[in-house]
Structure formats: structure tokens, C-alpha cells
Nanobody, 116 residues
Framework: QVQLVESGGGLVQPGGSLRLSCAAS????????MGWYRRAPGKERELVAG???????NYADSVKGRFTISRDIAKNTVYLQMSSLKPEDTAVYYC??????????WGQGTQVTVSS
């Protein structure tokens, strides 16, 4: 069974940094688009960042210049480096793996809270 396991969330002060990790199992990692969504209380789910099979990256306008997505194919892991965090970044962050004609898989989510 496919598993995406996130880690790295927590409480951080405004201006701080966190790195989220998402380890994938039971998929051919290099054939999937990987990325992160988030859902803040009372808000709709938002695509934060994605990285395609070819390595192209895309970001939500709200995180451009502050967040960086990367992957380690050898470790079947995708990362989200978050810097200059703001209170509005507070949300549950979900990792996903998507492949055309196969479907999309989701992680269980990890809470990120930005507060002083």
C-alpha cells in the first residue's frame, strides 16, 4: 500500500524556518509529480508547491521567494524548506504524489503553527 509520511511540522516564531519532509513508499518515486498543499482553519485547500517528474517547480504566489521544494530520488523523499514564516502560513500541510492515469496519493498531514 502506498504511503506518504510527513514530518517536520511544529511551532515556530514569525520569521523562523522549518523543513517539512515527505517520505514515499510503494511508488516509483521518480515517475510522480510531488508537492504540498495546505489547509488553514476556515480556508480552502491551497496548493503550496509542486515539483514535476522533469524537476520543474511551481509555487503559490504567497510563498514565492520564501519556500523551496526539492526532492531526493534516492531517498524517495520530497522536502519543503520554509523560511521567513508568517502567521498566515499556519495550516496543516499535506504531501501528495500524483501520476496521470494512476491517481493521487496523500499524506496524513503535519501541523505548522507560526506564532509568537
Amino acid at each position: 500500500q502506498v504511503q506518504l509520511v510527513e514530518s517536520g511540522g511544529g511551532l515556530v516564531q514569525p520569521g523562523g524556518s522549518l523543513r517539512l519532509s515527505c517520505a514515499a513508499s510503494k511508488i516509483i518515486f521518480s515517475t510522480y509529480t510531488m508537492g504540498w498543499y495546505r489547509r488553514a482553519p476556515g480556508k480552502e485547500r491551497e496548493l503550496v508547491a509542486g515539483i514535476t517528474v522533469g524537476g520543474s517547480r511551481n509555487y503559490a504566489d504567497s510563498v514565492k521567494g520564501r519556500f523551496t521544494i526539492s526532492r531526493d530520488i534516492a531517498k524517495n523523499t520530497v522536502y519543503l524548506q520554509m523560511s521567513s514564516l508568517k502567521p498566515e502560513d499556519t495550516a496543516v500541510y499535506y504531501c501528495y504524489a500524483n501520476r496521470n492515469l494512476v491517481g493521487i496519493y496523500w499524506g496524513q498531514g503535519t501541523q505548522v503553527t507560526v506564532s509568537s
